[in-house]
Nanobody
């Protein structure tokens, strides 16, 4: 069993930055992957970024490429998401997902992840 605890988030002005963190505890392995998804108000959950723990392969949604950066600290079992140059359309609840053995082509699919954090609200004001 894996537990995920998210931290960060908040209310910022457009153009500012935020950092989200997701710390995993329980049965974790180097073959695992962690991803961030977000759910804008009134919309479905969408992929934001993902990283593999071993090798550090990353994937980003086109809407956040060049603005967001996902990174990992294997010693702390923590994955961070730095959100820069934020836009009002980045507003939503951000969730981290975690699973083992995800193939590369499935990193961006929410159905690939079994474990989820509690969610962190990010609000960007114009």
């Amino acid at each position: 069993q894996v537990q995920l605890v998210e931290s960060g988030g908040g209310f910022v002005q457009a153009g500012e930055s935020l950092r989200l963190s997701c710390t995993a505890s329980g049965r974790t392995f180097n073959s695992d992957a962690t991803a961030w998804f977000r759910q804008p108000p009134g919309k479905e959950r969408e992929f934001v970024a993902a990283i593999r723990w071993s090798g550090g392969t990353t994937r980003y949604a086109d809407s956040v490429k060049g603005r967001f950066n996902i990174s990992r600290d294997n010693d702390k079992n923590t994955v961070s998401l730095l959100l820069s140059s934020l836009k009002p359309e980045d507003t939503g609840v951000y969730y981290c997902g975690y699973e083992s053995g995800i193939i590369l082509s499935s990193l961006t699919s929410s159905s690939s992840y079994k474990y989820w954090g509690q969610g962190a609200q990010v609000t960007v004001s114009s």
